[in-house]
């Protein structure tokens, strides 16, 4: 959830919790602490919501799972196969935004997506 974009650990979760609120790290939880002791790492989070800059925050998670939903596919890829848009159209909302049509998911920031939501949500409702 406090991931950054570019890395290996942002991914949906994080870019929506980031979206919706401000997430840091307080300390880690070691393994011990549990019982039984798990195979992952924990950690305890400290999330501050603020005002959402976006009307449709539904459209927003789908906006973002459809970005992440093959990891190794370009956005315009997984954007086409998840909206009534064409790939075309697509690259051409990502042209707006100065975004590469080989961009990944995990090279948008955030407020990238809100805007990538508001731009598909406008396209579709043409």
Known sequence: MVAVPGT???????????????????FSVP???FYP???????LLHIDTH?????????LNRTIKASFAMRRKTLANNLSAAFALTKAQIEQILAQMNIEPTARAEALMPAQFELL??????????
Do not use: M, N, T, W
């Open 8 to 26: 290996k650990q942002y991914g949906a979760l994080s870019a929506l919790v980031q979206c919706v609120s401000q997430a840091r790290l307080c």
């Open 31 to 33: 393994p011990s602490c």
């Open 37 to 43: 002791e798990p195979d992952v790492d924990s950690a």
């Open 51 to 59: 005002r959402v800059r976006i009307d449709d925050i539904a459209f």
């Open 117 to 126: 939501a508001r731009q598909l949500d406008h396209a579709i409702k043409k």
